[in-house]
Every structure is written in C-alpha cells, then in structure tokens.
C-alpha cells in the first residue's frame, strides 16, 4: 500500500464528509485521548497542572482559533483540491488558496496550535511537550516525503509554491499571485 493515494473522484459533499470524519478521529485520539492518558500520567507522577491568571481564557481563544483554521483548511483542501486532507486519500488537485495562500500546511499548524491550546486548559507541560514533539516528527519525517510526494505530481507548480510560501509561519504582508498558477 502506498502512503499517498489519490482520492476517487466524488462529489465535494462526499470528500466534506471524508474530512469530516477524518478530523473528528483525529481530534478525539490526539486532542482528547491522548492528553487525558498524559495527564493521568503527570497526576501518577506527582506533577500537580500549572495554573496562571487568564489561562482559560487564552487556551480556549487558541484552541478556537486554531480549530476554525483546521476546519477552514480541510473545507479548502475537500472543495478545491478534490480530495481530502489524509495522505490515503489526498487531494488530486493542488491547493493554493484559503489558508494554503499563506502557509503550506495550515491543518499542521492548526492541529498542533489546537494541542498546544489543549495543554495550556489541561495545565499539562507534558501535553505541551507532546504537541510540540509532534511537530517536530511531522517536520522531519512526514514533510520531506509529502513534499517529494507533491513535487513528483505536481511538477513546477508545487516548486513555484514551495518557492513563494513558508511552511510554517505565515508571511505578515499579503502574498504576492502565485506564479503558474490558476489560485486553486
């Protein structure tokens, strides 16, 4: 089995349900399952959760804030790209607008930002420390083969992307048009 396939050609309704389903497995397993096992692991332990003033209300603005851009980024990637954002079932159609404008992997940045905003609620430093880690797995070993991935199907087009927007940090300015490129 391949680790990037294709999604079949279906309706934008079907690869919205995909997505769908998709996020809400990932989101119950990384941004609930796992952070309640850590910090039961931190209370075994003995590591009482920190706490300082306005942490709710800052873990709960990120955690929103990172979550509409996880949603947004996976409507984009179902309607533009024809696909869904699962690498088993990966858009046919490369996708440069929404939040793909101005960062390569936004639902990255928004599901590790959502992991962060879950430790900071939790007061768990080890659930921080897990998102993190994570970002730095998907940095060093998913991204370099979904980038080749991409480079291989989508030529020059992906390397005049890869060339005009960052990976992780979002440029403070407006993009500037997308070379070859028809703005999907």
């Given at each position: ?111 590790i930002g959502a ?17 993190l880690a994570g ?50």
């Amino acid at each position: 089995m391949r680790l990037f396939r294709a999604a079949r050609p279906a309706s934008a309704a079907w690869n919205l349900f995909k997505t769908a389903v998709q996020s809400s497995l990932f989101w119950a397993a990384f941004l609930f399952l796992l952070p309640a096992g850590i910090v039961r692991l931190e209370a075994a332990r003995g590591l009482a959760p920190f706490s300082f003033p306005g942490q709710a209300a800052l873990a709960l603005g990120l955690f929103i804030a990172f979550g509409l851009l996880n949603v947004y980024s996976g409507i984009v990637m179902a309607r533009r790209g024809q696909g869904t954002p699962l690498p088993l079932d990966m858009a046919n159609r490369l996708v440069r607008a929404g939040p793909y404008r101005w960062v390569r992997n936004p639902m990255a940045v928004g599901g590790i930002g959502a992991g962060v905003a879950v430790g900071l609620w939790l007061g768990s430093p080890f659930t921080i420390g897990y998102a993190l880690a994570g970002a730095l797995l998907w940095h060093v070993a998913v991204r370099p083969v979904e980038e080749r991935d991409l480079l291989a199907r989508f030529g020059d087009d992906y390397a005049a992307y890869r060339a005009q927007v960052r990976c992780w940090w979002p440029r403070l300015r407006r993009p500037a048009p997308l070379r070859n490129s028809n703005n999907l």
